[in-house]
């Protein structure tokens, strides 16, 4: 016989909110309706800078990080390359051992510095996972989730750029037990991002402030299909919109306000509860089901805007929002704040982060902490921690010896 093992990180995610907002009385069985998606771990934000801005960075300042927030930042980038490592426990008031591992990176390329090539590589483990905890003949498992991908970004001229992302995407969630004739084997998924940046410098007063826009539509691509395909689901394909104002405070002293929204391009899955009142309810919602199961993923991104039980008020509820700041002093030391809001009905993740940053010449060391709206939130205390290196400032290092 073989099993198959589902745990998706949204899962758990969804039924600690879901369990936190009913015990608040903030929410009934009907309304609560977020939006499920496979390979969740994609969300999550990899470094701890944008992580403490409230999940920020479609506008912001480049950095090596880019690559999830905004990879046609990476033609704008200051230095000639960096890469950046970072460490995040999840879900550590629940379990000690899941963890998110992120390695990224960028080279500009060309005479005139206005293009780059980047890559990151993610791994996300859901930690060891017993099949059968309370009898005999369970397995010790580690399933996992990871992705891999490569970018390109050029500068279409002084103030606007593009950029393009192509990534392979693993899941192992499953497994077989010992008695199974084959293997189980992970699903694999192949996505693209799509993203444009634009930067322009005006003057208030006497001061030369930095205005910013972007946007990045990631993960668009094919469906990913666990137990042989006979689970479907959609890639957590996002748009994200954002901007950020720069402007000095005194000499060496800047400060950053900015603030994203984000929309998951994934069609609504049918609830039976949405056709109970009907007089052939039961066969509607399979074939609506069935509809959403078949769905390819390019139909489910223009499906995602009007496909909603309650209407055009339920898909504004699908937005959720960042709002942050950065302090800089001389561009070596960081503090930053922001909050994170989701809805009640889709998910409720509402918290506030805190951070700070620490810069030489050859590397940089930022953290992060997650501070929840509400204490029984398994997001609260989360901390990340981002470690980058700076390569002109590792060559000026080894030059001058």
């Not at 899962?11 to 939006?35: C, M």
């Not at 920020?56 to 690559?67: E, I, M």
């Amino acid at each position: 016989m073989k099993l198959s093992l589902r745990i998706p990180a949204i899962s758990l995610l969804v039924a600690a909110f879901s369990l936190t907002a009913r015990a608040e009385g903030n929410i009934k069985n009907d309304e609560f309706n977020p939006i499920t998606t496979g390979v969740t771990s994609l969300s999550i934000a990899p470094d701890a800078r944008g992580a403490s801005m409230g999940d920020l960075g479609a506008a912001t300042d480049p950095d090596a990080n880019s690559q999830f927030w905004n990879p046609s930042k990476y033609a704008f980038a200051y230095s000639q390359a960096a890469v950046s490592l970072s460490y995040t426990p999840w879900l550590r008031k629940l379990v000690n051992d899941i963890f998110l591992a992120n390695l990224s990176g960028y080279w500009k390329i060309g005479s005139n510095d206005n293009q780059a090539v980047s890559a990151s590589l993610r791994y996300f483990s859901l930690g060891e996972v017993q099949t059968n905890p309370t009898g005999g003949g369970g397995q010790s498992l580690n399933p996992y989730e990871m992705s891999f991908d490569v970018g390109y970004s050029r500068k279409l001229s002084e103030k606007f750029s593009m950029g393009v992302v192509f990534r392979y995407i693993y899941s192992d969630l499953g497994f077989s037990d010992s008695y199974a004739s084959d293997q189980s084997t992970g699903a694999s998924a192949f996505s693209a991002d799509i993203s444009g940046y634009y930067t322009t410098y005006p003057i208030i007063g006497r001061n030369e402030c930095q205005w910013s826009w972007g946007w990045n539509i990631s993960n668009i691509g094919s469906k990913v299909s666990y137990n042989n395909g006979e689970d479907p689901a959609f890639l957590p394909t996002n748009l994200r919109l954002g901007t950020a104002f720069t402007f000095p405070l005194a000499d060496y002293h800047n400060l950053t306000i900015g603030l994203d929204a984000n929309k998951l391009l994934v069609p609504a899955k049918p609830r039976e509860s949405d056709y109970e009142d009907s007089p052939e309810g039961q066969r509607e919602y399979l074939d609506a089901l069935e509809d959403w199961e078949n769905m390819s993923s390019f139909t489910g991104i223009f499906k995602s805007f009007n496909d909603a039980p309650g209407g055009f008020k339920e898909e504004l509820r699908e937005i959720s929002w960042s709002l942050g700041a950065e302090y800089s002093y001389n561009n070596q030391f960081f503090l930053r704040a922001g909050y994170f809001y989701e809805n009640e009905f889709k998910g409720n993740r509402k918290y506030f982060s805190l951070g700070a940053g620490f810069s030489l010449n050859v590397v940089r060391l930022d953290a992060s902490y997650m501070i929840a709206a509400a204490q029984t939130s398994p997001l609260d205390q989360t901390l990340r921690f981002s470690l980058t290196f700076d390569m002109d400032g590792l060559k000026d290092m080894f030059g001058r010896r």
